[in-house]
Nanobody, 127 residues
Framework: QVQLVESGGGLGQAGGSLRLSCAAS????????MGWYRQAPGKQRDLVAT???????HYTDAVKGRLTISRDNAKNTVILQMNSLKPRDTAVYYC?????????????????????WGQGTQVTVSS
């Protein structure tokens, strides 16, 4: 079983900082792209940032220069450092990982590549 557990959300003030973390655990063979999405009340889930397996980041225009995505491959963790917070950053944040898991069934390994999601963590920014 593979599980993604997020931490670090909460209440922040405009201009302040928050740090989100997402750790994957379980029978993991490899992890490709990692990313963060967010969903504000009444809106669809939107991409915030992604990072490739070699560490190349990509950001949506709304967060460029304020949010930084990074990854620790040894810990199967993706991090989102949020600086210069704005009230419009208020949303539930979800991590996403392109992950290959494995299972040992009667001494035969089976591999499954899927998109995995964290449970979501609330970020609220007050003005």
């Amino acid at each position: 079983q593979v599980q993604l557990v997020e931490s670090g959300g909460g209440l922040g003030q405009a201009g302040g900082s928050l740090r989100l973390s997402c750790a994957a655990s379980g029978s993991i063979l490899s992890i490709g792209d990692m990313g963060w999405y967010r969903q504000a009340p009444g809106k669809q889930r939107d991409l915030v940032a992604t990072i490739t397996s070699d560490g190349t980041p990509h950001y949506t225009d709304a967060v460029k220069g304020r949010l930084t995505i990074s990854r620790d491959n040894a810990k199967n963790t993706v991090i989102l450092q949020m600086n210069s917070l704005k009230p419009r950053d208020t949303a539930v944040y979800y991590c996403n990982e392109d992950l290959t898991a494995y299972r040992d069934i009667d001494d035969v390994f089976h591999f499954d590549r899927s998109q995995y999601w964290g449970q979501g963590t609330q970020v609220t920014v007050s003005s």
